[in-house]
């Protein structure tokens, strides 16, 4: 009933920029915080910076800090993820991550992306 949708990954030379998206679809009644997380090969999946609905608040990891700029437009359930200066250790898998309440359930409930794959070469 619901579906978060990544887009914009792609092959980038380090040094460059790219700008993550991940929209937000279906019986959706309020969209709490969104958060992107990575997972490079072999390694766990970790929080690369996350976005509150009350206050625009905001975190991000301390690798990603400075570089990274997470925003949301509430209007469009869509978050973005604006990665600049981007390194060969940022490449990975981007998931985005969403909690979520519906219509048909007020409580909020964590939705996952299915994933975009980001690659910096050297």
């Known amino acids: 009933q619901v579906q978060l949708v990544e887009s914009g990954g792609g092959l980038v030379q380090a040094g460059g920029s790219l700008r993550l998206s991940c929209a937000a679809s279906?019986?959706?009644?309020?969209?709490?915080?969104m958060t992107w997380y990575r997972q490079a090969p072999g390694k766990q999946r970790d929080m690369v910076a996350s976005?509150?609905?009350?206050?625009?608040?905001?975190n991000y990891a301390s690798s990603v800090k400075g570089r990274f700029t997470i925003s949301r437009d509430n209007g469009k359930n869509t978050v973005y993820l604006q990665m600049n200066s981007l390194e060969p250790e940022d490449t990975a898998v981007y998931y985005c991550y969403a909690l979520i309440a519906t219509v048909d359930s007020r409580g909020y409930r964590g939705y996952w992306g299915q994933g975009t794959q980001v690659t910096v070469s050297t």
């Open positions: 976005i509150f609905a009350t206050g625009g608040r905001t």
């Open positions: 279906g019986n959706i009644f309020s969209i709490n915080s």
